[in-house]
């Protein structure tokens, strides 16, 4: 903690008979005129200034800071927690367990490894949906998530023992984001300090990229990788530059029949065409206080979609009334208005603060919004979608080459069935095990979800979703039975509002039934379509569609035989079941007839903003949130019935498929070896633009043909246990197996196939990536990756670093590269790398078939880091091509990190020499 007071910042705020301890910015002259997000930076250096890793001369650059500057100056963030999922989380607490181990083989105590800011782990990513459309859904989903998981369970259940301030919420509760919301922040946190109880903002960073779900509380935090979370866990600060702060003005109201998911895909795709990568983004305007707090969450969540670190809105009495009713104590709300007014940190839509760049947003001008068929920012009109599917189609199924013109010039005739269009030429009979038979065809949409923490948070368009499912079972309307549909809302507050308000027979009529809380199809937890339609589709090669309400719809995420996916609002993915095609137009045509034969359209289903607001107000009550969070770590009777492990190492267990001992400090001194340049590399693979760590080390279901599933079965894993990648990261050989394993991933270094497949360039044969890897490994060649544009965006993966290190990769070599991916590299001891601005790999010349040499790295030993390494790629024929690659270590901690091998390296041997 603080030892050092330079600006006499250290005051009292007496609030409500108490008294706080308080580090004032109106100390430090120059503050007041920051943006919001940059004043909680201020105060977290003024805190935390020790005179020697934090000084006043941070705090004095931060004051000064110039919007117009690039980022060049290096502070300390030490977030006040950290938040995680089981994904990320459960391979964060093997690495810490690890450690333990380590440290004492360093001459250290094994207790020195514990968490000295307070985490938390909610499990929700880990239900998948085996069974859907029933009433004992989720019972049964239940059943087999312990099934599956009890022994990652029961290593978190040690981890809750072993280590302090750490907690575990288990499953069932909640998506992490939205118990984040409704329970875990604090938005001012308290801490006793030398007898002292001082008060702070709440900030933190979490192991999933949507952790700025939180910046709608106006909590500053992102996601970052699980080796940098280990490292906050430590006590080690998050090294950063000061950023560069996009003001986004908000003006206007939400039109009647838009939804905040429609908002939140308009500013994605402004944000991404902006470019806002590294950067914050600050919401600020009269607009502001006529954005609802849940459609704030909605918009925070979004972040990592539209590329910035933070998309943040700050403290009002919009942010005060969620708090009190989500049950935030009395004490504590009023905690947190004085603390906002005293500090500057209360939103004044009169006092625009100073920005570097400058948008602005109309709200009534946003219109109904889906994105896809594979990226969030590529947003389509609602109106325009039919005709986008069209042109988009061909690239999906080939045979539907002139889909376009074809479908401009076809209406759809009016019938009680879906419309397929001329360009959807094939079309597959297929029966159900009940005798039902129906036609699928290219453009089905096979999951129709809601999911996912992006909109299950925001009661506005779940209770728009319920009611268009009441006024479609009203009027006689079905979902198409090709349509897997599925209900898995953000936390168990959902389904109370659900029943208060009288809804759920009419989603679970339309197969609406609840099927867990957790992050389910979004994660690529869909689970297996039904046999009949996973044969038709594969045998037949459909292109199939998922519409889930999601923010991640990457290509091989969703599910593994659904080839185009989309986002859409809660009551949208409800409609496209009722379609069950994407080629629709919910204007010009019918979803179904009534009674007297007349066409029922979506505007005659859809709530008006009136209705959606008055079943708000009489089924939401702050004694639900009370209620459910009463007891929020407790568990049900199927997780207190888990044995538990006890004792401050773990008891590893050699036959163990889930979790075992990872080997990043294996054969580790006190002190780094020095680095090394590269040379006489290969390239394992050459890939394009936007390539996300989905690409790199999917989350989803394991091909029992892959490496990863041939090492399950070599361990006498049955096929239905295979689980998911995201549930065995805690295992390192399942995951070293499953890195670039992605279905639809593109190796430049072959023509025309997908997946996890390399050419060996040393024997000429394709192989699978790991396997080429191992043969690279045996004969002591080094390797390193080329890449595109937006390296590595998408999930906070720490796994898509750790994979790439331990294949042997040692530099990564792209145009552009996504924030979190790129430290965590770095954090993993790999070299992020970019080509010359206005390069690419094709531009210079480069197939991939090269010998890479790497001069100049060697400079990091002598405490300096280069801005530029000499790389030189030979050709079998001897002909070389040179280029100065830009280094990517961007502050000095980085550079420690990297010398160190990777970041924990660097914590560990800190804490031995302490």
């Known amino acids: 903690m603080s030892s050092v007071d330079t600006f006499g910042a250290k005051g009292t705020l007496a609030v409500g008979g108490r008294s706080y301890e308080i580090f004032r910015l109106s100390a430090v002259p120059g503050v007041e005129r920051l943006p919001f997000s940059l004043k909680v930076l201020a105060e977290n250096l003024l805190r935390t200034e020790d005179g020697a890793n934090i000084t006043a001369d941070h705090v004095r650059a931060l004051a000064a800071w110039d919007p117009d500057a690039e980022p060049d100056t290096e502070i300390q963030f030490t977030p006040a927690r950290v938040v995680m999922q089981d994904f990320t989380g459960v391979p964060c607490v093997v690495d810490l367990a690890t450690m333990r181990e380590a440290v004492t083989s ?15 782990l909610v499990i929700d990513h880990s239900v998948q949906i085996d069974v859907f459309g029933t009433s004992d859904a989720f019972a049964r989903n239940v059943e087999y998530e312990y099934q599956r998981n009890g022994e990652r369970y029961q290593f978190l259940r040690w981890g809750q023992t072993a280590f302090d301030d750490f907690k575990v919420v288990p499953p069932g509760t909640g998506i992490v984001h939205q118990v ?12 006793e300090v030398d007898g002292v109880e001082r008060a702070y903002p709440d900030t933190c960073v979490g192991t999933d990229s949507h952790t700025t779900m939180v910046n709608g509380l106006g909590v500053l935090g992102w996601g970052v990788g699980g080796i940098e979370a280990e490292a906050a866990m430590l006590g080690q600060p998050v090294s950063m530059l000061i950023p560069r702060v996009v003001g986004f003005k908000l003006s206007g109201e939400i039109p009647a029949g838009v939804t905040a998911t429609d908002v939140v895909l308009t500013i994605t795709q402004k944000l991404r065409q902006h470019g806002v990568v590294g950067k914050f983004v600050e919401f600020y305007g009269d607009g502001v206080a006529a954005v609802p707090l849940a459609n704030r969450a909605t918009i925070g969540n979004m972040s990592p979609e539209f590329g910035s670190t933070a998309a943040i809105f700050p403290i009002d009495d919009v942010t005060l009334e969620y708090l009190r009713l989500t049950g935030r104590s009395g004490d504590q709300v009023a905690l947190v208005e004085a603390y906002a007014k005293e500090q500057g940190l209360w939103h004044d839509p009169a006092s625009e603060p100073v920005f570097s760049e400058y948008l602005e947003l109309d709200l009534s001008t946003v219109v109904p919004s889906i994105a896809g068929p594979k990226r969030p920012q590529d947003r389509i009109e609602l109106s325009r979608a039919k005709e986008q599917f069209a042109r988009d189609l061909p690239a999906y199924a080939p045979e539907a080459t002139n889909g376009v013109d074809e479908a401009e010039e076809e209406s759809f005739p009016a019938s009680d069935s879906p419309a397929i269009s001329s360009h959807v030429h094939r079309t597959v009979p297929v029966t159900t095990p009940d005798g039902v038979t129906y036609d699928l065809f290219h453009g089905a949409v096979v999951i129709a979800s809601i999911t996912s923490c992006t909109n299950t948070s925001n009661p506005s368009v779940m209770l728009a979703a319920a009611l268009l499912a009441k006024n479609a079972v009203e009027k006689g309307l079905t979902v198409k039975p090709w349509v897997k549909t599925s209900m898995a809302p953000g936390s168990q507050v959902v389904t109370n509002y659900y029943e208060k308000a009288g809804l759920w027979p009419y989603l679970e009529k339309l197969g609406y039934h609840l099927v867990g809380y957790g992050c389910t199809t979004c994660i690529g937890n869909s689970g297996p379509l039904p046999d009949e339609v996973s044969e038709a589709v594969n045998t037949h090669d459909l292109a199939v569609a998922s519409v889930l309400s999601g923010n991640r719809n990457f290509e091989g995420r969703i599910n593994p035989d659904v080839k185009m996916n989309y986002l859409a609002s809660p009551p949208l993915v409800i409609a496209y079941a009722l379609a069950g095609t994407m080629d ?5 045509d019918p979803l179904g007839r009534d009674a007297d034969g007349h066409p029922i359209f979506l505007r005659d289903l859809w709530p008006t903003p009136e209705e959606v607001q008055a079943t708000i107000d009489s089924s939401i009550t702050r004694e639900m949130f009370t209620a459910d969070y009463a007891d929020v770590f407790a568990g049900d009777d199927l997780w207190r019935a888990l044995d538990t492990p006890e004792g401050d190492t773990f008891a590893w267990d050699p036959e163990s498929t889930y979790v075992r001992k990872p080997p990043y400090f294996e054969g580790m001194g006190a002190e780094p070896e020095p680095v090394t340049d590269i040379a006489g590399a290969r390239v394992l693979a050459k890939l394009g633009d936007s390539v996300t760590t989905d690409h790199i080390s999917p989350a989803g279901s394991i091909k029992a043909d892959s490496p990863a599933g041939r090492y399950l079965a070599e361990h006498g894993v049955e096929r239905r246990d295979f689980n998911s990648y995201g549930s065995r990261r805690g295992n390192h050989e ?47 060649v080094p390797l390193v990756v080329l890449g595109g544009k937006e390296y590595g965006s998408g999930s906070s993966r720490d796994w898509a670093a750790k994979g790439t290190s331990l294949l042997g990769v040692r530099a990564v070599i792209t145009e552009s590269f996504e924030r979190i991916h790129r430290s965590n590299l770095i954090g993993m001891g790999v070299l992020p790398l970019q080509f010359p601005d206005g390069e690419t790999a094709d531009s210079l010349g480069l197939d991939g078939t090269e010998t890479f040499d790497v001069a100049g790295i060697t400079e990091l030993n002598s405490g300096t880091t280069p801005s530029t390494v000499r790389v030189t790629a030979t050709k079998a024929d001897g002909t070389a091509v040179e280029f100065d690659a830009v280094v990517r270590i961007d502050t000095p901690g980085e550079a420690d990190y990297y010398r160190n091998g990777g970041i924990l390296q660097y914590v560990l041997r800190s804490l031995v020499a302490a």
């Open 106 to 120: 360093l001459g250290g105590e094994a207790s020195t490894i514990n968490p000295l800011a307070p985490a938390e």
């Open 180 to 191: 984040n919301i409704e329970y875990l922040a604090r938005v001012v946190m308290t801490r």
């Open 584 to 588: 629709f137009d919910f204007e010009a």
């Open 734 to 780: 399942v995951m070293i197996r499953g890195t670039f394993a992605n279905i639809r991933l593109k190796n430049q270094l072959l023509d025309g196939v997908e997946g996890g497949f390399t050419r060996n360039l040393l024997s000429g044969e394709q192989t699978s990536i790991y396997d080429a890897a191992q043969a690279y490994a045996e004969a002591g």
